[in-house]
């Protein structure tokens, strides 16, 4: 733990920005926004291959307005909302056409759009069940220790 900074999973990319840190664990959309605030940093994937992850947009059974929440999906997977979000965030767009309305900068980023072969050697991120307590355990534990 001597060599641990911080565990920072709010603003990950400050650290980098400021310069107090040069190594860490970011998300591509953290170092999208570090390399934008001009932090000299580049994304480096394991070679077995880097964890995968999807945030999703989901509408409950019991929504009170599942056609405004139809409206909402829609709107924000939509050609310009998807290209602004990239743009803003940093996380990739799945909307080809979006894709195609960015700049190379973005599209050219491994950062961001990661190569085929770094991609197949990635693997999901697991639901790892009860195993949570254990792991949350060690994790608490571990940002304590001084």
Same mark, same amino acid.
């Given at each position: ?28 959309? *953290?170092?999208?926004? !570090? %390399? &934008? ?5 580049n994304m480096v994937f394991p070679k077995e291959? $880097? ?42 767009? *799945?909307?080809?056409? !979006? %894709? &195609? ?12 759009? $990661? ?32």
């Amino acid at each position: 733990r001597p060599n641990v900074l911080s565990f920072n999973s709010d603003n990950p990319a400050n650290s980098f920005i400021s310069g107090e840190v040069e190594v860490g664990q970011l998300w591509n959309g *953290s170092v999208r926004i !570090a %390399k &934008k605030e001009k932090a000299p940093l580049n994304m480096v994937f394991p070679k077995e291959g $880097p964890v995968l992850w999807v945030d999703t947009l989901a509408i409950p059974a019991t929504a009170k307005n599942s056609e405004g929440a139809h409206k909402l999906i829609n709107y924000m997977l939509g050609k310009k909302t998807a290209e602004k979000l990239t743009l803003a965030i940093g996380y990739p767009t *799945s909307n080809i056409e !979006a %894709k &195609k309305a960015l700049p190379k900068e973005i599209t050219e980023d491994p950062a961001i759009y $990661p190569s085929a072969d770094i991609l197949k050697n990635s693997h999901w991120q697991d639901d790892v069940g009860d195993a949570i307590q254990f792991y949350e355990q060690y994790y608490q534990e571990l940002k304590a220790a001084k």
